[in-house]
């Protein structure tokens, strides 16, 4: 599988964004998916992610309520709405997707196989 994300973006804070992450060489349904973020300095962390089917979403608690997590089967695409953008959302956020993550382990970096390369998120204050 191979994993492209993009729509990252410089937006003020308020603002909002919506990054794409499409799939090619394999249908993401039935798959785990989900979304890490990199900021300046620091080590990638979770944000959220989607556990195989679409009524199990996960949420970082530093963007619950900003920010949702979705899926069109059709395009093999994922998508993060980013809403009410804040200055500490700055970093690159990266997509990703596994078909083999158990529920306990989804908010774990190396629970998940494929990667896309990243895309950068920056939020001006």
């Not at 963007?63 to 009410?84: C, E, H, P, W």
Request: contains cysteine; charged residues 15%.
């Amino acid at each position: 599988v191979q994993l492209q994300a993009f729509g990252g973006g410089l937006v003020q804070a308020g603002g909002y964004l919506r990054l794409s992450c499409a799939a090619s060489g394999r249908p993401l349904s039935g798959s785990t998916v989900a979304w890490f973020r990199q900021a300046p300095g620091k080590e990638r962390t979770f944000v959220s992610a989607m556990f195989r089917s679409s009524s199990s979403l996960h949420y970082a608690d530093s963007v619950k309520g900003r920010f949702t997590i979705s899926r069109d089967s059709a395009k093999n695409t994922v998508y993060l709405q980013m809403n009410n953008l804040r200055p500490e959302d700055t970093a690159v956020h990266y997509c990703a997707a596994s078909p083999s993550v158990i529920l306990s382990n989804l908010r774990s970096q190396t629970a998940h196989t494929y990667w896309g390369q990243g895309t950068l998120v920056t939020v001006s204050s």
